[in-house]
């Protein structure tokens, strides 16, 4: 499936393969900089804050919502938006994004869920493991396809396929504003530590891991999932905008929840 993604001008496992070095490597310079240089605890929370928002924003409503699930067409305005938020916060282009989360859907807790810990462990935490899945061939080529054909119209779009190819410079770009606007106080190092450390942090090293945790709940195998069924146990919800919802929207990922309704009704 990799092969055939010519317009993402970074191959699919490489991209999942970035992530993981820097789901190790953010977190411990982060660290080392609150230890040896600074730690300032309002300046923390309000970067809490913004990886949230960067999450809820680029991530939940527009890579899982309306880009992989299509809830809802929406302009290039807001296309754009949210291919910008869902590469600072994702670190993913929106199609590979896509591909990995349909195959989350067609295959959940079986040994062809991208990251199901039912199967994979912790290491399902670790995008290492998604690259993993998805490169062995574990799909047969009529899966395969069809994780593609599910995301023909993003590959074909103009503007994903921009984002595609230099996502990465979106990113270094986000950097070097949080770094300018660093060292309009003086300190560059802190503007990329709170700034964007931390917005990564939130999301590969807190949120991600523990809505993946989260499947744990479902290693005992209920089918069809209930509503509500994991809404009371993943203790981590908060974290991640409207994620109380997961069990729900496994059951209904075409938006039929009230989410759904909500996210179509603004973006409509
Ligand atoms: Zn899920
Ligand atoms: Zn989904």
Redesign the pocket.
């Known amino acids: 499936m990799a092969d055939k993604l010519k317009n993402d001008g970074v191959h699919p496992m490489t991209q999942l393969r970035i992530l993981a070095p820097m789901q190790i490597a953010v977190p411990i310079l982060t660290l080392a900089y609150f230890i040896f240089v600074d730690f300032n605890l309002a300046l923390f929370l309000g970067a809490m804050l913004l990886g949230y928002l960067w999450a809820a924003f680029g991530t939940v409503v527009g890579y899982h919502r309306i880009f992989c699930h299509k809830l809802v067409k929406v302009n290039n305005f807001w296309k754009i938006l949210f291919n910008i938020g869902g590469s600072i916060s994702q670190h993913l282009s929106s199609t590979v994004y896509s591909m990995s989360h349909t195959q989350?859907h067609m295959f959940?807790d079986t040994p062809k869920d991208p990251h199901s810990p039912r199967y994979r462990g912790l290491k399902a935490v670790l995008y290492y493991d998604h690259a993993h899945v998805m490169d062995k061939h574990t799909l047969t080529p009529r899966e395969k396809l069809k994780t593609m054909v599910a995301h023909k119209d993003l590959m074909k779009d103009p503007i994903h396929q921009w984002f595609g190819k230099y996502y990465l410079y979106v990113i270094a770009t986000y950097v070097a504003i949080c770094a300018g606007i660093g060292a309009m106080f003086g300190h560059p190092m802190c503007g990329i530590v709170y700034g964007y450390f931390i917005t990564f942090c939130y999301t590969h090293v807190l949120a991600q891991p523990l809505i993946i945790l989260n499947?744990l709940d479902w290693m005992k195998g209920v089918r069809p999932y209930k509503n509500n069924f994991a809404s009371n146990k993943y203790l981590g919800w908060p974290l991640i905008f409207l994620e109380h919802n997961?069990a729900d929207h496994?059951q209904y990922p075409d938006g039929r929840d009230w989410t759904g309704r909500m996210i179509k009704r603004i973006f409509a």
């Open positions: 989350h959940t499947h997961h496994h």
